[in-house]
């Protein structure tokens, strides 16, 4: 009775194990994330970047089926928070989501300031109010976003779908400044054919820097949320999430300070 019993033990959590990386109702895994390079962004019709090469590895290690998109932040976010079986990458975290989706871990960080272009002398910043006499650019949605507007700041924002519209206002001066990673402001100003030396920082916003997630949706199975986490701990151990950084040498230019993830 006991070893029939066991067996039935060890039949069901084998069947777990096995549907755990069967998407729902018939349909892979639906990962979604944004334009957000280095992290995550498209190139010749592909989403690459270096948190989609960890969620990659993640997924292939843990066995899931999925396809992999990149929209404007508003849709994935809401996408992920409506839709049964998403992943969203790369998410800050903060009280008001946390209930929103089943967390996994950090796969990244971003180092948030708020740049303006440095020709512009007549904007001066040295206190956390005086952005308040300026317009803002803002992705709609965004963890950045959200923050601000957590701290009054509402009327002078310019909500938009992404960075990239971001560095376009900033240019044209439709906006004063905005707060981006440095690794992005980089990259972006790049794809928009502009010299990252004409941006200029104005001030590091420790509160709007973060760590950077991979999240479920929460009618995901707890079980495929499990197996993740485990992959995303073996291959912080086995030395691969470091190979994967190395790919990307903006991490590593000296214009940058070096930061350990």
Not at 181 to 207: C, P, S, W
Not at 220 to 238: G, Q, R, S, W, Y
Request: net charge positive; hydrophobic share 40%; aromatic share 14%.
């Amino acid at each position: 009775m006991y070893s029939k019993k066991k067996f039935m033990i060890s039949v069901t959590l084998f069947l777990i194990c096995i549907f755990a990386s069967v998407p729902v109702f018939g349909q892979p895994l639906q990962v979604v994330t944004e334009e957000y390079p280095p992290y995550n962004y498209s190139e010749d019709g592909e989403v690459v970047g270096f948190c989609t090469d960890v969620v990659k590895e993640i997924l292939k290690r843990a066995k899931v089926e999925y396809t992999i998109h990149s929209y404007p932040w508003a849709d994935s976010y809401k996408m992920a928070q409506t839709e049964t079986n998403v992943l969203i990458y790369s998410i800050g975290r903060n009280v008001e989501r946390e209930p929103l989706f089943k967390w996994v871990d950090v796969i990244a960080r971003t180092e948030v300031y708020f740049y303006k272009l440095k020709s512009r002398v007549d904007i001066k910043i040295k206190t956390f109010d005086d952005i308040k006499k300026y317009k803002i650019g803002a992705v709609q949605d965004d963890f950045r976003a959200q923050w601000l507007i957590k701290q009054g700041i509402k009327d002078q924002l310019a909500l938009v779908p992404d960075d990239r519209q971001n560095m376009r206002n900033l240019f044209a001066r439709k906006i004063d400044i905005f707060p981006i990673g440095e690794f992005v402001a980089y990259n972006i100003a790049h794809q928009e054919g502009r010299a990252f030396n004409d941006l200029e920082k104005t001030m590091y916003i420790k509160d709007m820097s973060a760590d950077l997630y991979m999240a479920f949706s929460n009618q995901t199975p707890d079980v495929m949320v499990e197996k993740c986490k485990k992959a995303l701990f073996e291959i912080k151990k086995d030395g691969t999430y470091e190979k994967i950084k190395s790919k990307y040498a903006i991490f590593y230019l000296p214009i940058f300070k070096i930061r350990s993830y």
